[in-house]
């Protein structure tokens, strides 16, 4: 279980890294940086599965019950949310290449995108560090960056329905896609917490929070 979690875990941290990648593409319109996400994703597939390839050995050669096998359960789940989290800095990237040479992002959004970019990536390596400790009360602390990103992800909205929006359909189209993608990443990443807590405890995290009142 410790080497499937290590693979769980680099796996975190290059999406972490395919993220703040692809924020610095967004911003910047970087067309070189915004291809090396796109290239470098594959490492993301082939590390997927070897993670998938350590389960399925692990259930076939080791035959476990009770916690073991809820470790197991939980580590095919925690790689489909990982892959995702991959997959959602990937489509970052392509919209970056996409709206190449301009910038994908109006001038008045950046700061919310730079800031949903550093959560992103800061929730990444929260996962990789609670994979490796199985700490439950870490796990339920990604939780808190989480929130953060709903809030911006919020107040974002209130950008795009001002009645000053002067950058057309196309754009808000945009604006809207990728915050949904940088929402969507922090979630899979609570996802992996409430996994470990599971892996960790055998109980749910609301379970947990039921049974310390």
Known sequence: MAALNAVLGEMCELAGQAM???TQAL??????VAEQVIGDHDRMAELSVRAEEQSFALLALQA?????LRSIVSGFQIVADVDRMGALALHVAKVARRRHPAKALPEEVNGYFA???RLAVQLARNAREVLNSQDPQDALALQEDDDAMDDLHR????VLMDREWTHGVAAAVDVTLLG???????DHA???GRRVVFQATGKTPEQLAEAGR
């Open 20 to 22: 703040a990648s692809a």
């Open 190 to 192: 609570v996802l992996i």
């Open 27 to 32: 911003l910047q319109a970087d067309l070189s």
């Open 64 to 68: 476990p019950v009770a916690g073991d």
């Open 180 to 186: 949904r993608y940088y929402e969507r990443f922090a």
């Open 155 to 158: 107040h974002l909205f209130t």
């Open 115 to 117: 800031e949903m970019g």
